[in-house]
């Protein structure tokens, strides 16, 4: 019978959440600015601008970059109200390639 090996077993109490002791503990509340470091160009072989545009393309907190170009994503992100920077939409503007640093034809 079932019902009695469940008898058997001991039923224990959750910890009460009312103490101050138990309280769970606050996130951080974290901003992260935008920041481009120019170290990246000389690493990647490319000049300033598009070591900016590449910073661009990895920073996922503008939503992904696959399947559209740069200034669709900056515009997208624009829309969405996550603060893309002014001066990465300059530079996608004066940017020949249109395309993100994932996209496969610029491998």
């Not at 000049?47 to 661009?56: D, V, Y």
Request: glycine residues 4%.
């Amino acid at each position: 019978m079932a019902s009695s090996i469940v008898h058997a077993f001991k039923q224990q109490k959750r910890p009460s959440r009312t103490s101050s002791n138990n309280k769970p503990a606050e996130s951080p509340k974290h901003h992260i600015q935008h920041v481009v470091d120019t170290s990246h160009a000389s690493y990647w072989g490319v000049e300033e601008e598009e070591a900016q545009l590449r910073l661009f393309d990895m920073d996922m907190k503008y939503g992904p970059c696959i399947g559209i170009t740069r200034l669709e994503r900056w515009e997208q992100a624009k829309e969405l109200g996550l603060d893309p920077p002014q001066s990465i939409h300059e530079l996608i503007l004066k940017s020949e390639k249109k395309t993100c640093l994932w996209d496969k034809d610029e491998l």
